[in-house]
């Protein structure tokens, strides 16, 4: 099984609501990623998580908090977004350490529009 | 960490051999070049990786010269569901890391 799951597909929020993005894979790996990418731009690393542990934040707004709570899930707790912050909101999931750990598998995607 | 820089877009006919070069000069001596390729609302796949010469698998080739400052990645004979938007990226892989994506390369291919 090589796949990433992401749900919702889609999720429109107001500024002043509270959701989260969830992630899940079942492929052992050790290191998950949040990206965001907006229309016809590359995607953005926000977070990377290696063993449960948050090991990279790319200065990522507090709006935005991440959650590992086990190897298989990770997710993205969202609050008092701004309108700029609707994007495509990507996870991706790799193997931590060994060869494997450059190539990443990514899910579908989250369409979060924050009106 | 090694910037990227590819064409902005290519067109291309169905049928035909794709060839899209990335630039990366200052790569690292232990970095690999790994190749994504993204389909509109849809997350990147991954096609290909690979350090120096030349890599093959069932959808790509990957041409790295000796001097590794650039690559090549070598579609055979596109079809229509191949236009996507082309990413090379640099880095080590032997950990997990920080990837950045470039500007990535829109290609067309038409019928």
């Known amino acids: 099984d090589t796949e990433v799951t992401q749900t919702p597909k889609h999720l429109v929020m107001g500024m002043t609501n509270k959701k989260s993005l969830k992630c899940e894979q079942h492929m052992g790996h050790r290191a998950m990623y949040w990206y965001k990418q907006k229309a016809k731009k590359p995607p953005e690393l926000m977070f990377v998580y290696s063993y449960e542990k948050l090991s990279i934040n790319e200065s990522v707004p507090s709006r935005f908090s991440p959650e590992c709570p086990n190897s298989s899930l990770l997710n993205l707790h969202l609050h008092a977004l701004q309108p700029e912050d609707s994007a495509l909101y990507l996870c991706a999931s790799s193997q931590a350490e060994g060869l494997g750990a450059g190539t990443q598998y990514f899910g579908p995607g989250t369409r979060l529009t924050v009106l | ?111």
């Open chain 2, 1 to 111: 960490l090694a910037k990227t820089t590819q064409p902005i877009s290519m067109d291309s006919y169905e049928g035909q051999e794709v060839n899209i070069t990335c630039s990366h000069n200052n790569i690292a001596t232990n970095d690999y070049i790994t190749w994504y390729q993204q389909f509109p609302s849809q997350g990147p796949r991954f096609i290909i990786q690979g350090y120096k010469t030349k890599v093959t698998n069932e959808v790509a080739s990957l041409f790295i010269p000796a001097d590794r400052k650039s690559s090549t990645l070598s579609l055979p004979r596109v079809s229509l569901s191949d236009t996507a938007v082309y990413y090379c990226l640099v880095g080590p892989i032997y950990n997990f890391n920080k990837f950045y994506f470039g500007s990535g390369t829109k290609l067309n291919v038409k019928p």
